[in-house]
């Protein structure tokens, strides 16, 4: 967990290069006049949490396997935040999952960097549901069976990210009439990244 906070910090400074520039320019800042935070990844270190691999119980992939059943889609790759957002509003009856948002380092075979990407998921407890990413080795049965739901393989995956307030992510999703990034929200003005305090504390 150690390189997915190192990469964060990295993204960070390197905001700082082109922020002084923009200034020297008499430009506005890229995330707004008066952000709180250089960048998202400064956001997601300040307020963010691991997620690291844990089972779902019986009841907890039981419930998680009817959520997807209920909802008609194929969660393809490269639309995360549609995925998770979608799953969520269509599929969580019970209001059993949490959006979470942030950063996911991944790394196909184990001797290879491992890289740190925007991601959005969900969580039931504290226990990743990802619709969106596959795992190196599929489960033997049950819906998305090649999905991340719980467990992934040592080494495979490194989540890091902010529990979001499901009401605020609703209204945003209604607001601007899409699903999308709730930290990198260019279409509401960056309210996170401005103070905005609508996401979980970690716990």
Known sequence: MEDIRRSLEIDVAQELGPAAQLQALGLPPRFGVGA???????FVLRHGTSYGPSELTSDEMAYVSDCIKRTPRRFPMG?????????LFEGDSEHRL??????CAWARQPESP???????????????VDVTWRVSKPRRSGPLRNRVLGTWSPGEFDYFGVRMDTDYVLNR???RENY??????????WPLLHGEQRWVPAR
């Open 79 to 87: 639309n995360c935040y549609v995925n998770s957002q979608w799953l």
């Open 173 to 175: 999703c209604l607001d």
């Open 180 to 189: 999308g990034t709730m930290i990198d929200d260019f279409q509401g003005g």
């Open 36 to 42: 709180t935070y250089k960048c998202p990844a400064e």
């Open 114 to 128: 491992a890289w740190a990407a925007p991601h959005g998921w969900l969580v039931v407890g504290t226990k990743v």
């Open 98 to 103: 949490s959006y979470v948002e942030g950063y």
